[in-house]
């Protein structure tokens, strides 16, 4: 038999195309009837926000190659010509069906709930009298309308501003026609709610309010017609950092030409007249299939601003109360609980205030000595922030922030600028590597008077405020080893010292790779001897080559894997003698699922690890990563018994991976607590307060039969 060539590209996905399907998922959520409506419309407003990061990041990219003449092909053996032509045909698709979301689905539901957008002719007396206030106090300063002509060029639209274009005639002279320009301010809110007295909650475009004093602005011009429009900019960073004297001012200078960067889409009304099309598509130097024409706003995501402002819990999710944390005894600090046990928690079931309090707590306690800390993103008013700010007047403070964060690079710079003033040791890395471990470590002179590392090691960003909206997972401990190499990895961001081990830690780009290969190739060496082989990960993405091949090398040998991946799939399951033993699923609900869970069955001695890593060449090799295993008996046994098995049970969610790169719904076994299928976040959810237990998981196939309950760290202290 002829050996299977695991590098040929009939074994792979396509990136994009992944990504887009993983948008599609999303999409359905806003579909999904069975979702609250305001959720809906939530998901609905995310779908958009994921294309606008897509076209600026990917697009972005993909065009400049193609600039540049770049000729490699993907994994799957495209052309870069031919992967532009694929995502042309799928995001056309994909805006299609989010506008037919919208106007068949989302808005006549919401009309029906008396969630009204008005049309300008709807508004009553007193509404129109609110708008023509707000028009002259509010929107009408703020506007400066451009007509383009040789003494004024046309404007430079910033990325993803609302902009209003017309046609216009001049009435002394009607000698041609000219383009008129309007910029609407970002200070502005899209969506305008204005007042009702009728019970219901009605809102109006900013849109059509900038349109209706078009008029007012272009006086002694006739409007032949106008279109809202909005452009997206390539926003990728291109940074020297090895010449870069400043990191922080290098990324600053950027993000100013981020705003300016080259287009690579436009939005505009379907209305609009092939004229403003064509002058707009002509002055952004783009392709016919870079336009996109939609039949309604012209930026989804903002509709965000309904769900925000919109007071009717009965159309959201049920609020629910997280688990907290509580110690054995009250007299207890946390550091005396974890010189005994290790915790661990599952966010947002477990409360992410366990997490802010323990730095806190670290913060106030004169015993602690030093805190180093790295920040990749974190909330507008973070309270960790606050209390390293604190923390700094007693104590030695290290925080290392990643200031390439994409999307967060202005936040982070104001973060570290705080941070430096209040005398913290602000550092920003290694040159050419993102720092995006999650790593919190102290030391304190503890009542013995001897010195020891507490640490705490997550999955997620310090950030409180998406820690209640992602699932992730967080260990805080005082074992030797984890702290150990903990402090060994942070020499590594500020010294760039490599140390000879930093066991048990896995760490990218040093030996993260090579381990998990390793690991994955340990478990096809267990099922050759026949030995109980398995791999479960619960990851973002997985494109990385050398892992999919190990992955199949593993499906080879007869180890059955499951890849519970939420977004970027590149590897085809299920194709016979190559992945036949490999299941991929992905879940896209309520929560966003961010948690990293790798388990290895390893012949019955078990092994799990979390951290911050997907499966990516970016995470293995570009930047500092972090994959620590779950050592506490005690604490695997919580994950093998509630958290992969309900994720391997779910059927509400999950969508399956087909071999041709399509997703399908699961298949509903039984029904858990009313719903039609099992859920498994309604189930953690309901397991977090107290309305269920890991017996309720549905049977699945799971890394393992139970063999007792998990003892939960939030009641530990009353069990024992």
């Not at 609905?44 to 193609?66: H, K, M, P, W, Y």
């Not at 509580?326 to 661990?344: P, Q, V």
């Not at 403070?397 to 003033?421: H, M, S």
């Not at 920003?428 to 030391?443: A, D, I, S, W």
């Amino acid at each position: 038999m002829a050996r299977v060539r695991l590098d040929s590209p009939k074994y792979y996905l396509n990136r994009e195309a992944s990504w887009l399907a993983f948008n599609r998922r999303v999409l359905e959520e806003a579909q999904d009837e069975s979702n609250p409506l305001l959720e809906r419309l939530k998901f609905l407003a995310i779908t958009s926000r994921n294309l606008d990061e897509f076209f600026e990041v990917r697009v972005g990219g993909l065009l400049q190659r193609l600039e540049d003449g770049y000729s490699e092909r993907t994994p799957d053996g495209l052309k870069s010509e031919q992967e532009a032509a694929l995502i042309s045909e799928q995001t056309h698709a994909l805006v299609d069906d989010q506008y037919r979301c919208w106007n068949q689905q989302l808005r006549p539901s919401l009309t029906q709930q008396g969630i009204r957008l008005l049309s300008l002719g709807d508004l009553s007396d007193e509404q129109r009298e609110f708008v023509t206030h707000y028009c002259d106090t509010e929107l009408d300063p703020l506007l400066t309308p451009v007509t383009v002509d040789p003494a004024h060029p046309f404007p430079r639209v910033l990325n993803k501003a609302l902009c209003l274009a017309l046609l216009l005639r001049r009435r002394r002279r009607a000698s041609g026609t000219y383009l008129g320009v309007v910029t609407v301010p970002r200070a502005l809110p899209r969506i305008v709610r204005v007042p009702s007295n009728g019970g219901t909650d009605d809102y109006v475009f900013l849109a059509d309010l900038v349109s209706l004093h078009a008029a007012e602005m272009y006086q002694g011009y006739d409007i032949v017609s106008e279109a809202a429009f909005r452009v997206t900019r390539n926003s990728n960073l291109y940074l020297q950092e090895e010449e870069s004297r400043s990191l922080m001012e290098s990324v600053r200078a950027e993000l100013h030409n981020r705003r300016k960067g080259d287009a690579v889409r436009l939005e505009i009304d379907a209305g609009a007249s092939a004229e403003i099309v064509d002058r707009l598509r002509e002055n952004f130097e783009l392709q016919e299939w870079q336009v996109f024409r939609v039949d309604g706003p012209v930026n989804f995501s903002r509709v965000f601003r309904i769900y925000e402002d919109t007071q009717r819990p009965d159309l959201k999710y049920a609020a629910f109360t997280p688990r907290e944390l509580k110690l054995a005894r009250r007299s207890r600090t946390i550091f005396d609980e974890l010189r005994e046990h290790d915790i661990l928690l599952h966010h947002p079931f477990d409360s992410y205030d366990s997490v802010v309090r323990f730095i806190q707590e670290a913060a106030e306690d004169p015993r602690v000595l030093s805190i180093r800390q790295t920040l990749y993103r974190t909330s507008e008013e973070s309270p960790i922030i606050d209390a390293l700010v604190e923390a700094a007047a007693t104590k030695e403070v290290t925080v290392v922030v990643e200031l390439k964060a994409r999307f967060d690079e202005a936040p982070n710079i104001k973060w570290a600028r705080q941070l430096e003033d209040s005398g913290v040791q602000v550092y920003h890395g290694l040159v050419g590597l993102k720092t995006h471990c999650k790593l919190c470590l102290m030391v304190r002179k503890d009542e013995d008077n001897v010195p020891r590392r507490y640490a705490h090691l997550g999955t997620g960003n310090y950030n409180p405020a998406t820690a209640t909206q992602y699932t992730d997972m967080s260990l805080l401990t005082a074992d030797e080893e984890l702290t150990s190499a903990t402090a060994a990895v942070f020499h590594y961001l500020t010294a760039y010292a490599e140390a000879s081990s930093y066991a048990p830690l896995l760490v990218a780009p040093l030996n993260l790779a090579d381990q998990t290969l390793a690991l994955i190739d340990r478990e096809a060496a267990h099922a050759q001897a026949g030995r109980r082989a398995r791999i479960v990960a619960k990851i973002n993405s997985l494109l990385d080559r050398n892992i999919i091949e190990a992955l199949y090398r593993a499906s080879q040998a007869g180890v059955e894997i499951d890849l519970i991946v939420r977004g970027i799939c590149a590897l085809r399951p299920g194709i016979r003698g190559v992945s036949d033993h490999i299941r991929v699923r992905s879940i896209v609900g309520r929560f966003l699922e961010h948690s990293r869970i790798f388990y290895f069955g390893n012949g019955g001695d078990e092994e799990i690890y979390l951290g911050s890593a997907d499966w990516m060449p970016r995470n293995l090799y570009e930047r500092v990563e972090v994959l620590f295993p779950v050592k506490e008996p005690m604490l695997r046994q919580r994950i093998l018994d509630e958290i992969l098995p309900a994720y391997l049970a779910d059927r509400a969610k999950t969508r399956i991976l087909r071999q041709d790169g399509s997703y399908v719904r699961a298949a509903s076994p039984r029904p858990f607590a009313g719903h039609p299928s099992f859920n498994a976040q309604e189930f953690l959810i309901s397991l977090a307060e107290g309305r269920a237990k890991p017996s309720d998981i549905p049977p699945a196939k799971a890394p393992r039969r139970r063999t007792r309950r998990a003892v939960h760290t939030s009641t530990r202290g009353e069990e024992e």
